[in-house]
């Protein structure tokens, strides 16, 4: 399996300012996701980090607030810009890695971020 | 309806008990499985995946019933260790995995 770092572990900020989040794998991998997980809730996907393309964004989330970069297969920013209360969450890096025949799915261990 | 569904728990049992966790999809052309196992402020690890056939690893056995579109998780000889919560997993379109809400496990002494 892959090895995903993430930087900062966690953060406090100010609301208004804007922080950004880096991901790092030790293996090129295809297929990059950001997700948010906040208090007691499963994961929802952010956006999928293209490389060499905008990313993909789900419903709910969009580039201005949310801005991506993949310059490369083993690494990714996600940018939490203009930051509210309701920004405070665990953000997650996420590949995927071909096992034999299945695509298997890899968490980073997450950025935990608090918006005061 | 929802794409993946789990009974949210929590699921109190004894240590030593076997517990049962389903998890129903809706797409029913959805192609991969997986059960992920989330302890406390960490992230989401995969448990093992689920195939066609049913697998077993140790205390856990996973399987499948694509007529009926839902997983299952077995856990057997429960440890005070297991405690966690359990997400199902489902790859739709072998792009997107969609996660489940998750299911709340203690295993209580």
């Known amino acids: 399996s892959a090895v995903i770092s993430q930087k900062p572990s966690r953060d406090i900020c100010q609301r208004g300012t804007s922080l950004t989040i880096q991901c790092q794998v030790d293996?090129?991998?295809?297929?990059m996701f950001w997700y948010r997980q906040q208090p007691g809730q499963s994961l929802t996907l952010i956006a999928t980090a293209n490389q060499g393309s905008e990313a993909t964004y789900e419903s709910g989330f969009v580039i201005d607030k949310f801005p991506i970069s993949r310059p490369n297969l083993t690494f990714s920013t996600l940018t939490v810009s203009n930051m509210s209360p309701e920004d405070s969450s665990i953000y997650l890096c996420?590949?995927?890695?071909?096992?034999?025949?299945?695509?298997?799915?890899?968490f980073g261990p997450g950025t935990r971020l608090t918006v005061l | 309806r929802k794409e993946v569904e789990q009974d949210p728990g929590p699921f109190n049992v004894p240590e030593g008990a076997t517990v049962a966790f389903n998890c129903t999809y809706s797409?029913?052309?959805?192609?991969?499985f997986f059960w992920y196992r989330q302890d406390c402020r960490k992230e989401p690890k995969l448990l093992m995946s689920?195939?066609?056939s049913g697998n077993e690893d140790g205390r856990f056995t996973a399987q499948l019933n694509r007529a009926s579109q839902y997983i299952s998780l077995l856990i057997r000889d429960s440890k005070l260790s297991d405690s966690a919560t359990y997400l199902c997993v489902v790859n739709p379109d072998g792009q997107n995995f969609v996660f489940g809400p998750g299911t709340r496990l203690s295993v209580l002494p």
């Open positions: 689920v195939y066609s």
């Open positions: 797409n029913s052309a959805s192609q991969s």
């Open positions: 293996s090129q991998v295809t297929m």
């Open positions: 996420s590949v995927v890695w071909t096992s034999g025949a299945t695509d298997e799915q890899f």
